[in-house]
């Protein structure tokens, strides 16, 4: 913001404007001749006159071509360069005034701008991205599998065994490479053919668009009778 310094009522040409301004009145000079002969454009002359300080390039260009203006005026240069420079401390101290006038009102807008409906909208966002998110990790996430078997390393006579589990229905099923057919519900069963010692079941089950898990499970079969443990 701009501040200007204007005349008091008691009539006397107080700022440094006033002066610059009254001077050249005085001397019956107008603008245009005063930028001929002061090599400084016009309407920078006319700010200084005006106490826009601020339209002026910068303050090493301000307090040059003031003392240009004041000598072509036939002013004291130092006495008005003195009056320039308080004027100039009382408009820093306004403009840093008015900055801290503005502060708490940006601030307050901020916080004003959290509208109870406002903030409902929010809520409602943040619970359907999390809605989104669980339900992507739901598809990539691999599904669980259950496998039924007696127990771990499996001893059998038999020549052949099957394999029955239970799965996320959906779910792309295969053992040992060979896809199985999943019922509705997740369940399926497959049938392998066993040979003497020991076999390894590979069992894999993945989403369509998501990771898989892998089961591997130890089947030995012997030609010898298994023995039952008895208790004493």
């Known amino acids: 913001m701009t501040h ?6 008691i009539g006397i040409y107080s700022t440094v404007s006033e002066r610059l301004k009254h001077s050249r009145l005085e001397r019956s000079l107008s603008l245009d001749q005063c930028a001929q002969s002061t090599d400084i454009q016009q309407k920078y002359l006319h700010a200084m006159e005006e106490s826009r300080f601020d339209e002026l390039p910068g303050e090493m260009y301000a307090r040059a071509w003031m ?12 006495d008005l360069m003195i009056s320039y420079m308080k004027e100039r401390g009382i408009r820093d101290k306004i403009n840093t005034a008015g900055k ?8 307050f807008s901020i916080w004003s701008w959290f509208t109870g409906k406002r903030i ?7 619970i359907i991205i999390s809605y989104i998110g669980f339900l992507a990790y739901k598809t990539i996430s691999p599904p669980t599998i259950s496998v039924d078997l007696p127990a771990l390393d499996f001893r059998t006579q038999e020549n052949s065994i099957i394999i029955r589990g ?16 999943l019922e509705r519900e997740g369940a399926f069963e497959h049938e392998i053919t066993l040979q003497d010692g020991l076999n390894t079941v590979t069992i894999e089950a993945r989403k369509k668009h998501g990771l898989g898990v892998a089961r591997e499970y130890n ?14």
């Open 4 to 9: 200007t310094f204007r005349r008091t009522e």
């Open 67 to 78: 003392r240009r203006y004041a000598e072509l005026l036939g002013l004291d240069i130092e």
């Open 100 to 107: 801290q006038k503005t502060a708490s009102p940006n601030a």
């Open 120 to 126: 409902s909208i929010l809520l409602v966002i943040v």
């Open 166 to 181: 239970l799965t996320e229905p959906g779910a792309i099923v295969s053992v040992n490479r060979q896809p199985v057919i």
């Open 219 to 232: 089947i030995v079969r012997s030609a010898l009778p298994v023995l039952q443990e008895t208790g004493p």
